[in-house]
């Protein structure tokens, strides 16, 4: 709670303490005159060796008096009192009450008493570790940043290091040995601060030698990645990025020289001189690189080989491999919600032509209940969540800070109507390639209370790039639509796919989250004939009603796809079939509620060859970014395929 309170201040700019309880029980009138209100009475400053009370004015109060653990009464007209060099983690008690302006008309007010604990050094959060290589002569860690810390000792072996950067580089390990390095943060405020316990993470080195350049990916989300490349101040190099199922084509000596000739005659074709292009496209010692526009789910590779100024290359080709997550994807807290009470937190794209809000500038919440009464919320960058809340999953901390007027918002009466009358949607500007978290607390109309605490991270570009592509439809090429449904896929370098279709009813409760296991546990396996035809113009299964499509009912087939490097995604889409023309006044949807996860099996679409997927795939751009940026030329020419 206590971290709570300290990192609130940060947000809301001044800490309020809770409104202080009142004991008195006296009189509310005396000899015919009214007693004049109590003070309500707000702790806020609170330290480990002080605080400060501050109230509102007490109308027809001239003054106040108090007195501080039932000592001598003190008679004041400021509406604050401020206490210093008091004991740490000590309790005091200080009773305030109003004194009328005109005595003979009233009685001063009853005694607030108010209780007040010092606060207890505060001990600093963990700051948390990464590791962005580990070989005997150079390891690389870096850590989060611990705000109030003075500086950062860091432990490996018996050697204990003090520092104020947040990476370092370690040498003078042995090669294929475990080691445990050790962090903490450190205060430079002893009479507020304690240090933060020891992050701790293990890692083992390489049994080769640290290559001449050292790459080290720092951040990667669904389109985008930002690494580190580490080597001397004198060496330049030539680096790229390519999907790994590209990368494994080739040994690495072919891909140096590939590049290296497709720079020179790229030189040659412009005119322009080689050392001219040269010394605008390679890099030269420790960079911090990024490049967006990448498909998710999919894995590359990072490489780079030195290069001098004249076209020769001049070291071996280094390389690391990365995964873009999943669009949205946030390492960030989910959890909570009720059967009154859900929370979706997610991006989209639908919208920004009409509102100007897309996946790389907002974030979108759905809220859908019943009977709620009340919601507070609060939308943070996912960083900052953790520095309030260093155990994200605090629920008491976090309902706490959601309950205090200065630090969460109130939803309006608007919007409560849409949430109990089938939902709400609402955006909120955002950065990109960010994780935010957003927390809310619903309260029904009867009291009770629910927590939802959902993360999702923005996109970096424009682009909706994906390898595998499945969806759902209903068109009369592939049979009457009342009674046929097709689950349509496509993709590039797939190898393996694993397919089911279900009532759409039936995963009613199961969160997207949870597909792919749904797909892994009641799907089969498509036969390895079908799987060019996927990598080609595409393939669709058609269910019909031999298989148990019935009309007016909502399906949803789903698929994951695997590819030649162990990538996986999952993939869906949902269609309804329509009425049955013979149905009359009989046909109604039927959405059986429930109902068992139970796949019906399709048949392949006759003539598969002739098939080509119905919608249209955004292949990656090559268009040059910005004119004379040569890298940038190179890079989408795509040279390797």
């Known amino acids: 709670m206590k971290t709570f309170y300290r990192y609130a201040a940060v947000l809301a700019g001044s800490v309020i303490g809770l409104w202080a309880c009142t004991a008195d029980k006296e009189e509310a009138a005396t000899g015919g005159k009214a007693a004049i209100d109590q003070p309500q009475v707000l702790v806020s400053e609170l330290t480990t060796s002080g605080f400060t009370l501050r109230w509102n004015a007490v109308e027809n109060a001239g003054s106040y008096r108090y007195t501080f653990n039932d000592g001598e009464e003190t008679e004041i007209t400021d509406r604050q009192i401020s206490f210093s060099d008091l004991e740490r983690q000590k309790e005091y008690v200080v009773a305030i ?106 890692f083992t080195t390489s049994d080769g030698d640290v290559p001449t350049l050292l790459i080290a990916p720092t951040h990667v989300i669904s389109d985008a990645v930002e690494f580190q490349i580490y080597a001397t101040s004198d060496q330049t190099y030539y680096y790229e990025v390519m999907a790994a199922s590209t990368f494994a084509k080739y040994d690495p000596a072919t891909i140096a020289e ?9 030189a040659a074709s412009q005119d322009v001189s080689i050392q001219l292009v040269l010394a605008s496209m390679l890099k030269s010692g420790t960079q911090t690189l990024q490049l967006t526009g990448l498909t998710s789910e999919l894995s590359y590779v990072i490489f780079a080989f030195g290069m001098d100024l004249k076209g020769n290359i001049t070291t071996d080709l280094c390389a690391t491999t990365f995964r873009t997550t999943a669009e949205g994807y946030s390492d960030g807290p989910n959890y909570g919600g009720s059967d009154w009470f859900q929370q979706n937190f997610y991006i989209t ?223 869906w889409g949902t269609a309804t079939t329509t009425a049955a023309p013979d149905a009359g006044t009989t046909s109604v949807a039927t959405t059986r509620a429930g109902g068992s996860l139970q796949s019906l099996v399709g048949e392949p679409i006759p003539n598969p060859e002739r098939f080509i997927y119905p919608y249209r795939s955004k292949s990656v751009s090559k268009e040059t970014k910005a004119e004379g940026d040569y890298w940038t030329i190179i890079h989408n020419m795509q040279i390797l395929k």
């Not at 962005?132 to 204990?160: H, M």
């Not at 590939?258 to 790229?266: F, G």
């Not at 009977?371 to 996912?382: G, N």
Request: aromatic residues 10%.
């Open 349 to 571: 794209n639908a919208y920004a032509g009409i509102t100007g809000y897309g996946w790389t500038n907002s974030v979108w919440t759905n809220w859908a209940g019943q009977d709620v009464a009340r919601i507070r919320y609060r939308t943070l960058p996912t960083d900052t969540f953790r520095q309030i809340f260093p155990d994200e999953n605090d629920t008491a901390a976090i309902t706490a800070f959601l309950k205090e007027e200065d630090y969460a918002y109130e939803a309006e009466e608007a919007i409560l109507t849409l949430v109990n009358s089938g939902g709400s949607m609402s955006v909120t500007p955002a950065g990109a390639g960010t994780s935010y978290t957003l927390a809310a607390l619903a309260t029904s109309s009867g009291g009770e209370e629910t927590l939802c605490v959902n993360s999702v991270t923005t996109k970096a570009s424009e682009e909706a790039l994906s390898w595998f592509l499945a969806d759902a439809a209903t068109n009369a090429a592939y049979g009457p639509t009342y009674s046929t449904v097709a689950g349509v896929m496509k993709g590039v370098d797939v190898a393996k796919v694993r397919i089911c279709l279900f009532e759409t009813a039936a995963l009613q409760g199961v969160p997207t989250s949870q597909y792919a296991d749904v797909v892994a546990n009641r799907g089969t396996d498509l036969p390895a004939e079908y799987i060019a035809y996927i990598n080609g113009n595409g393939f669709a299964l058609i269910y019909n009603e031999q298989a148990g499509i019935r009309p007016s009912t909502s399906y949803t087939f789903l698929a994951t796809a695997t590819n030649s490097v162990g990538d996986t995604t999952t993939k």
């Open 97 to 202: 009450k109003a004194l009328p302006k005109f005595a003979n008309e009233y009685t001063e007010s009853p005694y607030t008493y108010v209780h007040v604990v010092t606060d207890d050094l505060e001990q600093l959060p963990k700051p948390e570790i990464t590791l962005g290589c580990a070989y005997a002569s150079k390891t690389i860690v870096s850590w989060t940043e611990v705000p109030e810390a003075a500086a950062y000792e860091y432990t490996i072996g018996a050697q204990t290091y003090t520092t104020s950067e947040r990476t370092v580089a370690i040498s003078g390990l042995e090669k294929s040995r475990e080691y445990t390095i050790a962090v903490r943060a450190m205060t430079g405020d002893a009479t507020r601060f304690t240090n933060s316990e020891a992050a701790e993470l293990s």
């Open 258 to 266: 590939t590049y290296r000739k497709a720079i020179l005659d790229y």
